[in-house]
Nanobody, 130 residues
Framework: QVQLVESGGGLVQAGGSLRLSCAAS????????LTWFRQRPGKRREAVSS????????YYDGSVLGRFSISVDAAKNTVYLQMNSLKPKDSAVYYC???????????????????????WGQGTQVTVSS
């Protein structure tokens, strides 16, 4: 079982940058799928970006493509989300989620489904002012 703790959220002006971290403990994440979700006020939780630690494949929602970058540091057992050119509509609580799996062949189609993930962090607030 893995525990996830997010950090790095805060208040930033539009156009600015933040880097979110998700530190994992209890298990090495080198065979996990790790995904950042966000939940904006009054909206459903949505997948933002994912990485398969096994082979480093990355996936992005169209709304953040080209602005956000996901990465994993296996030595630190941590996944990051670098967020650049932030917009007010990026304001949300950001959650880290993890799913341990050996077969990643269906991940390109399924990475954005909440039900895929067994482990979740508590979330970190990101607020982007205009």
């Amino acid at each position: 079982q893995v525990q996830l703790v997010e950090s790095g959220g805060g208040l930033v002006q539009a156009g600015g940058s933040l880097r979110l971290s998700c530190a994992a403990s209890g298990s090495y994440i080198d065979d996990y799928v790790l995904t950042w979700f966000r939940q904006r006020p009054g909206k459903r939780r949505e997948a933002v970006s994912s990485i398969t630690a096994t082979d480093g494949s990355t996936y992005y929602d169209g709304s953040v493509l080209g602005r956000f970058s996901i990465s994993v540091d296996a030595a630190k057992n941590t996944v990051y989300l670098q967020m650049n050119s932030l917009k007010p509509k990026d304001s949300a609580v950001y959650y880290c989620a993890a799913d341990r799996r050996e077969d990643i062949s269906d991940i390109p189609k399924m990475w954005h489904y909440e039900l895929l993930y067994d482990y979740w962090g508590q979330g970190t607030q990101v607020t982007v002012s205009s």
